[in-house]
């Protein structure tokens, strides 16, 4: 199985660490919205997208290239963010970005998110929240999801 990991982690390197656990279980490269060509996707059976949260949703970066990427039949897919406050089950900060990717043709088969180092205001003024996570159990959950998906599974993650 072929998989590559796109990831804008622009804030504390949060969601970086959490790709890099994910892409060792995986044998997948971590590249950058920038440095991967949309074309190349299509040679992969398996493409992460991710990034942190900043006011409600993915990292612009993160959106505009999938915004870029032509429809079509395409492999499985899964999405993984950190954010400084818990997802809402009515409202994910997830589900956006999962439908613009089955939009685009592709099988979204797992989405995972925990919490991270948060220095948004207000929480600047108290020196942040979550300063020491991704913690190890965060890593531990990242690499569990990992390892459900490269056995084929589909998952959640928290
Ligand atoms: C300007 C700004 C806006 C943010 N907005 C949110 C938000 O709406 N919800 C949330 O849970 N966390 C929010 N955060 C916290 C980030 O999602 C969190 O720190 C994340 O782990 C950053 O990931 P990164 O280090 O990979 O860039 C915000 C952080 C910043 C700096």
Known sequence: ??????????????TR?????????????????????????????????GSGIFT???????RDFVRSLPEGQ??????????????????????PLVRQLQGKGFEVTGTFSCRAYDTWLPFKLVGGINKARPDGSDLAAARAFAERLRAGGAGQGE
Do not use: W, Y
């Open 17 to 49: 660490r959490i790709a890099e656990v994910m892409g060792r279980v995986l044998a997948a490269r971590v590249v950058e919205p920038e440095q991967i060509d949309p074309a190349e996707l299509a040679d992969h059976d398996l493409v992460g997208f």
């Open 74 to 95: 395409r492999g499985r897919a899964f999405v993984f963010a950190t954010s400084g406050l818990p997802e809402l089950r009515i409202r994910p900060f997830t589900r």
């Open 1 to 14: 199985m072929k998989a590559v990991l796109v990831c804008a982690s622009v804030s504390h390197g949060n």
């Open 56 to 62: 409600g949703q993915f990292h612009t970066r993160l």
